[in-house]
């Protein structure tokens, strides 16, 4: 089954810096890639998402690249401000008809700070 | 548009006792989804409904673990009985119809926490 890597679990950046978070799937068939956002007390919200069918997607200061043939996938935060921090997933999810049930497999989550 | 609703917010329980939880999902989802996410960990998917018929239960522990979906609206989890183990937080998630391709948005509730002791 998939399996998704993210790094790294920490991040601590300066309030206007820019903030990368990386991961890596396995299933080759995975073909949807979200970004969640969760505040602490709360559940995920999604920030983002990519289909595999393009390489990169931007929504004001966040973007998110893919990378099909190396099987990783990236979220990009520019000009960071101190409502940013929170715990950022990465998730990967395979078609219904691919044989699974289009179920996303999360990453285990970065802690971003951004310090004012 | 209101989003996916859950109760309790906080449950505190001791070890082999039982409890439920409730999730309303946004009206008109067809797609429901339970997780368990573990302090520190991504949320894993537990049960998914489609309407109010079962489409994957397989990360379901049902020696212990139950979900209905009655009337393919609201939805009811429970755990009996509750281990130590089981001190998580429970998310509810809705989407629009996730058999087609590509995959749909899932939207989640704020979840329950639950403490065993």
């Known amino acids: 089954g998939e399996n998704v890597e993210q790094h790294p679990s920490t991040l601590s950046v300066q309030e206007g810096d820019s903030a990368v978070i990386k991961c890596t799937y396995s299933?080759?068939?995975?073909?949807?890639f979200p970004w969640y956002k969760q505040e602490l007390g709360k559940g995920p919200q999604l920030i983002i998402d990519?289909?595999?069918?393009?390489g990169e997607k931007k929504d004001q200061r966040i973007a998110v690249t893919l990378n099909k043939t190396a099987k990783h996938f990236s979220l990009h935060i520019t000009e960071t401000q101190p409502e940013d921090s929170a715990v950022y997933f990465c998730?990967?999810?395979?078609?219904?008809?691919?044989?699974?049930?289009?179920?996303?497999?999360f990453g285990k989550g970065t802690k971003l700070s951004v310090k004012p | 548009e209101a989003g996916v609703a859950q109760s309790p917010r906080y449950k505190i329980i001791e070890k082999r006792q039982s409890v439920a939880f409730w999730c309303n999902p946004i009206?008109?989802?067809?797609?429901l989804y339970w997780y368990q996410q573990i302090l520190g960990q991504g949320p894993k998917l537990l049960i998914q409904?489609?309407?109010?018929?079962?489409?994957?239960d397989s990360q379901l522990p049902k020696d212990r673990f139950s979900a209905e979906r009655l009337k393919g609206v609201d939805s009811t989890l429970k755990i009996q009985p509750a281990k130590l183990e089981d001190s998580a937080v429970y998310l509810c998630?809705?989407?629009?119809?996730?058999?087609?391709?590509?995959?749909?948005?899932?939207?989640f509730g704020p979840g329950t926490r639950l403490t065993v002791l």
């Open positions: 998630a809705s989407s629009l119809i996730a058999r087609v391709f590509p995959t749909d948005t899932q939207y």
């Open positions: 299933d080759s068939a995975s073909n949807y």
């Open positions: 990519i289909r595999s069918n393009v």
């Open positions: 998730a990967a999810s395979t078609p219904f008809y691919g044989g699974s049930q289009g179920n996303l497999i």
């Open positions: 009206s008109g989802h067809a797609t």
């Open positions: 409904f489609q309407n109010n018929g079962v489409v994957d």
